[in-house]
């Protein structure tokens, strides 16, 4: 029998997979480096919504298809999953006909954007 304990270590955050960080960092990384071409705001706003909507793909990973899973299938959940990818799907669709060639010109894709 030991005369003195061993210390107690407390353990409040669990094992961070190694997909989560590398998914949250690579996009906010991704937003900081975009954002550097415009201003410091937009360094801010590029890395935090690029890193939330990682956050949120990482989450939906979580639950399918677990992070033991095959890394092409965390892949393309991870990106499937991500609202920014989504939206990009849903704008892209909206302007098809720019995508096709159909129509060109300055009132073509991004013409909204001011």
């Not at 949250?24 to 801010?44: P, Y």
């Not at 990973?61 to 849903?90: D, E, Q, S």
Request: with cysteine.
């Amino acid at each position: 029998m030991a005369l003195v304990e061993k210390p107690f270590r407390r353990r409040d955050m669990k094992n961070v997979h190694p997909f989560v960080y590398g998914h949250v960092i690579a996009a906010f990384l991704a937003g900081a480096i975009t954002g550097t071409f415009f201003d410091l705001e937009a360094v801010m706003v590029f890395s935090s919504v690029l890193a939330a909507s990682a956050v949120v793909s990482v989450l939906v990973c979580w639950r399918w298809p677990g992070f033991a899973a095959a890394g092409w299938k965390l892949w393309l959940i991870g990106i499937l999953a991500n609202p920014l990818f989504l939206a990009a799907v849903a704008f892209s669709a909206d302007q098809y006909e720019c995508l096709l060639g159909q129509r060109t010109g300055w009132n073509c894709m991004f013409s909204e954007a001011d």
